[in-house]
């Protein structure tokens, strides 16, 4: 009886060991100062955010996640699940991509490496900050204009905004203009170009490469762009 009991218990690890989840993406890393918890990695799915693997951190930090990549999309390695909180948004494609973070500052400033589509949007973010401030600021001149009852300033203010944000927009579609073989162009003209002309996202669609336009996020901008064409002709 007792050699029957330690064959399914031998049984039973040999199983748990061999289920482990596998994938052809591998994000490793560590989280310097995380002495336990749980990390998540997860993505959008039909506008649903899933967790696609997750591991428990003991004591260093390290940590390994695994996915299956079919076209390059947006990730989120998350610390208990909560996005709301804590969370690291990247660029997951087919490889071993390396996250070094920590949990003080998790998010905030993380290293990446492994994902060339990653490269393109921090180049991109760093840019897109500076608009992000400027916006900032007018909110604060805004405020103080109306706490003044300054008409004229309000006025002025109102037309420099509406300059900044057609300048924003320029910039955006330059820059996936000139990064048209790469996954994040559809992607950010999708999150920071939804609002804009629709000639700015036909432009970006139509000098994606053949690679590009079928991706995940290119056929999305795709479908996107012909939903309001069609909406605009009824």
């Known amino acids: 009886m007792k050699n029957i009991i330690t064959f399914f218990i031998l049984s039973f690890l040999i199983f748990a060991c061999s289920s482990k989840k596998e994938g052809n993406m591998v994000v490793q890393g560590n989280i310097k100062g995380l002495k336990k918890g749980t990390l998540y990695l997860q993505k959008m799915q039909d506008t649903v955010l899933v967790s696609v693997d997750s591991v428990k951190v003991f004591g260093d930090g390290n940590f390994k996640l695994t996915d299956n990549v079919d076209s390059p999309v947006m990730y989120y390695l998350t610390f208990d699940g909560n996005t709301t909180n804590k969370s690291i948004l990247f660029f997951g494609n087919e490889g071993t991509i390396t996250i070094n973070d920590n949990i003080e500052l998790f998010g905030f400033n993380p290293e990446i490496t492994g994902s060339k589509n990653q490269l393109v949007f921090n180049d991109y973010l760093k840019i897109n ?78 000098s994606l490469s053949e690679d590009v336009k079928n991706s995940i996020y290119g056929k999305r901008l795709d479908k996107y762009i012909k939903d309001i064409k069609e909406k605009e002709n009824n």
């Open 129 to 206: 900050s500076k608009f992000q401030n400027q916006s900032l600021e007018f909110i604060k001149k805004e405020f103080d204009a109306k706490k003044a009852n300054d008409t004229d300033l309000l006025e002025q203010l109102e037309k420099d905004y509406q300059s900044l944000i057609r300048r924003r927009f320029l910039f955006t579609t330059n820059f996936a203009i000139t990064n048209a073989n790469s996954e994040a162009a559809p992607y950010i003209a999708l999150t920071d170009l939804y609002n804009a002309n629709i000639k700015l996202l036909d432009t970006i669609n139509n």
